[in-house]
C-alpha cells in the first residue's frame, strides 16, 4: 500500500478585510504591468489612468451552535452572545417556538466561534470551508459527530449586529482523525458549509476625475469584452461586472482590464502584437505579454499561432492558451498535446486550460484521457474538472447526511481518495474495488468496527450508539468498498428507497475506517488524502 498526499493550497496574499462592493482599497498589478508595457510607444493602458483593483480574500467570522454532541458540548455562552443567538435562530424558525435558552444549557450543543476565508473575486453561493473553535471559558470535550446549525458570517471584526453579510454556514463538523498523531477533537470544520452571499463587483477609480476619460474607459471595456461590462456612474469611478466567459477566471480578468489599451489603429494593433509576441517568445516574464495578446483580441491569432511550433514549452504553452481563449481551435490542439506529453512539465496547466476554456465536450474528452495518467496528481486534477462539469463519467450519490460516494471507473490507478476540504466526498477509482474476507477494523476510538471472518462473503458493522449504552447493528454488506462505505454513512433507517439501513457514521469516521482498510491491505489501492482547509491555525482558547 503507498499513500499519496496532495500537495496543500497556500493562500497567497494579505488577508485584507474587503468591503462586499470588492473594490478593495489596494491598488492592483498596474505598477508592475507599466513597467513592462511601453505605453509611450504603443498607447495608453486602462492601467495608466486608473487604478484597477486586485481580487483579495476576506476573513469572516460569526459565532454558531453545534448541536447532535453526545454530551461532550457546553452549556458556557457569554451573554453577548447568547441574546444574539436568540436573535438569529428566532429569525430562522420563521414563527415556530424553541427554547435557545435550554437548547445552549443542554451539555449536547456547543457554541462556537466560527472563522473562514472567501476566495477572492467570489460568486454568490460558492462554497466554502468553514473553522469551528471553542469560545473562551467553553469546557466542551469534542465536536466531532456534531451539526452546525445555520449560521451567519460577516467580516472579521464585524460580528452580531454590525456588518453586512457575507456568508452562511451549515452542516455536519469534520474533525481530522487522519495524518496526525494527536488529534484535537475540540477543532471542526464544516467542510464547505459556507456559501458566499454576494457576488463580487469591482470598481475602477481614475487617477483624475474627469467625465470624459471615464466614459471613454467605459466605452472601450464594453467594446472589447461586450455590453454591460462596464458603467461610468461617476467622473471618477467606473463599475466593472465581470462576463459570464471569464466565470471561472475573475481574477484573470481584472489583470486584462488593465493592459486593456484605449486606442486602437490597424498600426498600432500590428505594432501592439509584434511587440508582445516577441516578449512571449524571448522574454523571461511572459504572464503580462499573454494577457495583453488576448486582451488585443482576434487580431493576435496569426502571430501566435507561430509560436506553436517554437521549442520554449512556455510559450507554446501560453501562446496556445490564449489562441484558444480568443475562440481559436489551433490552441485546443496545441493545449491537447502538450497535456498528452509525458516529458512536459506542462500538462496540469494545459489540461487546466482546456478544462475551462474549451467546448464541454473537449474538455470532457481530454480529461477523461488523463484519468489514464501514471501521475496520480492529474489523474484528481482530471477528476475535479470531470466533477465541475458534472461529466457521466462520475457516478455520484449522497450518503446519509454527511458525505458524497463517487465512482471513476475509467482509470488504470486503483485508489480511494478522501477529501478534507470543500465538499466532503470519498471517491473510488478503477473501481469496483472489493475487499478480501478475514478482516477486521475499527474506528480509533473503538466505536465502529468492521469484521468478516475468512471464508465468508460479506461484512458486518457494528457501532455503539452515541447517546445509549446499546450497539447499531449489526448492519451486512458486501465485501465491494462501496458497499461498505454506503453501510457506514447511511442513517440508521431504513431508507426511503426500500434500501437497507447503515450505521450513520460521520464521515470523520468514515474516512478513517477507509485508510484502516487500505493499510491493513484489506483493498489492494493506494489511498490519497486530500488537504486540510488552509487559512490559519486554530487557536486554544
Known sequence: MRTFRLKRLVLVGVLAAL???????????????????????LGQIVGSVARVPTPAPMPVQGVGLIAGLPGTGSSHCPVAVREYLKRYVASQL???????????QSRNTAVVQLDAVISPAPSEGQRLDVRASLIPGSDATSLQGGWLYPAELKPRGMVGAQGQLAATAEGPVFVNVIDT???DPTAGYVLGGGRTAYNYRAVLKLRRANFTRANQVRNRLNEVYGPGTAAAPSPTNIALRIPPKY????????KMVAVTFL??????????VDTFVRQLAVAEEKATAELALEAIGRASAPKLAALLQVSDQEARLRAARCLLSLGDDRGLIALRQIALDKNSPYRREALDAVAVLARRSDAMTLAQRMLRAADGRLVLAAYEHLRRIQA??????????????????????????????GEPRVVIFGGPLRCRDNLFAESPDGSVVIDSPAGRDYATLTRSHPFRPRVIGPVKA????????????????????????????????????????????????????????????????
Not at 486606442?263 to 501592439?272: D, K, S
Not at 450519490?397 to 488504470?412: A, I, K, N, S
Open 19 to 41: 468591503s462586499l462592493g470588492g473594490c478593495g482599497r489596494k491598488a492592483g498589478p498596474t505598477d508592475e504591468m507599466l513597467k513592462l508595457i511601453p505605453v509611450e510607444e
Open 94 to 104: 420563521g414563527g415556530r417556538n424553541l427554547d435557545v435558552d435550554q437548547l445552549i
Open 181 to 183: 498523531s494527536s488529534p
Open 247 to 254: 466565470r471561472w477566471r475573475k481574477e484573470r480578468f481584472m
Open 263 to 272: 486606442e486602437q489603429t490597424p498600426e498600432l494593433t500590428r505594432a501592439r
Open 392 to 421: 457521466p463519467a462520475i457516478v455520484q450519490e449522497f450518503v446519509g447526511r454527511y458525505f458524497y460516494l463517487e465512482q471513476v471507473v475509467q482509470t488504470d490507478h486503483k485508489a480511494v481518495f478522501v477529501s478534507r476540504s
Open 478 to 541: 458486501d465485501l465491494e468498498l462501496r458497499d461498505i462505505v454506503r453501510a457506514l454513512g447511511t442513517d440508521p433507517v431504513a431508507a426511503q428507497d426500500g434500501g437497507p439501513p447503515g450505521l450513520g457514521v460521520c464521515y470523520a469516521d468514515v474516512t478513517a475506517m477507509v485508510q484502516q482498510l487500505v493499510a491493513k491491505e484489506a483493498v489492494t489501492a493506494e489511498f490519497w488524502l486530500g488537504p486540510m482547509p488552509k487559512f490559519g491555525p486554530i487557536v486554544k482558547k
